[in-house]
């Protein structure tokens, strides 16, 4: 596609339960990265993927987090029994490789209430 | 690891210049600075690499002191559309794991 796609563009969700959340990277982009970013602040690192290897997932804070990307192309990440804290913004980004130019989606607002 | 961002916000007069800095308690790898301007996505501006060049951006350029563990990003004769929050993300050599600041607001008026 013309850029990283994230759906849905806002998702409000009761506490305890489970959701996914959608990411659609640039064509032919290898790299994929999945970031949350609080108001005012920058993007926390969640977790990244070269094709379909999660090749780092130390940034997710808990076990209620996954994310996959199994045909190495779209990427979902999954809360599992979400909590308000988990309120956020939720932004995907893709690159051709390791290192090079990422692009940023236009992210998902999650809320929890 | 998160790497500390100086000033927190600035204010210039059209055509002013500023200086924003990134500084990191790790080694780096790589430095990679982005703006974001309120209610969008953070947008590339550039990516310093170890052992590389400095890099430009327009009228925006950039530094990486390997020694220090630091980058600056250096704003000349600033425009309106400079406004926004500038963010510096951090690699380390053993991953690729960008790191981001807090960010630097910067606002330039008329």
């Known amino acids: 596609g013309a850029g990283v796609s994230q759906s849905p563009r806002y998702k409000v969700t009761k506490r305890g339960q489970d959701v996914a959340l959608r990411c659609d990277p640039i064509s032919g982009h290898v790299s994929l990265y999945w970031y949350r970013q609080a108001l005012g602040q920058g993007p926390e690192f969640l977790t990244y993927?070269?094709?379909?290897?999660?090749?780092?997932k130390s940034g997710l804070p808990n076990d209620r987090f996954s994310a996959e990307r199994p045909e190495g192309s779209i990427s979902t990440l999954t809360i599992q029994r979400t909590e308000q804290r988990d309120s956020a913004m939720y932004r995907c980004?893709?690159?051709?490789?390791?290192?090079?130019?990422?692009?940023f989606g236009q992210g998902t607002r999650l809320t929890v209430v | 690891q998160q790497p500390v961002q100086s000033p927190q916000a600035v204010i210039l007069r059209e055509g002013e210049d500023a200086v924003i800095n990134c500084s990191s308690s790790?080694?780096?790898?790589?430095v990679h600075w982005y703006r974001q301007k309120h209610g969008e996505a953070p947008v590339f501006l550039m990516i310093l690499l170890k052992g590389g060049e400095q890099m430009r951006h327009e009228k925006i350029s950039a530094s990486f002191n390997e020694k220090k563990q630091q980058s600056s990003l250096y704003l000349t004769a600033s425009q309106l559309s400079y406004s926004g929050t500038y963010f510096c993300g951090t690699g380390i050599p053993t991953g690729y794991a960008l790191n981001f600041g807090k960010g630097t607001s910067l606002l330039v008026t008329p």
């Open positions: 790790k080694a780096l790898y790589s």
């Open positions: 993927f070269n094709y379909e290897a999660q090749q780092d």
């Open positions: 980004a893709s690159s051709r490789q390791e290192n090079t130019e990422a692009f």
